[in-house]
């Protein structure tokens, strides 16, 4: 978690509409992802990353 906290700190920075868009963006891959193990981490990739804060 250590080195996520400067990236979390950049994110939440971004105004409201970049934070969805790069949310949407993630999604996307999810979606594509095909290793279930891989999709539930990218799935999840939003709210570890304060997106959805």
């Known amino acids: 978690m250590e080195v996520l906290e ?3 700190a950049l994110l939440q920075r971004l105004p409201g509409q970049d ?4 949310t949407d963006l ?3 891959f999810a979606h ?3 290793d279930p193990e ?3 981490t990218v799935i999840e990739a939003p709210e570890t990353l304060g997106l959805l804060a």
């Open 32 to 34: 594509q992802e095909t």
């Open 19 to 22: 934070r969805q868009a790069l």
């Open 6 to 8: 400067p990236v979390i």
């Open 26 to 28: 993630i999604s996307q």
């Open 38 to 40: 891989r999709q539930l």
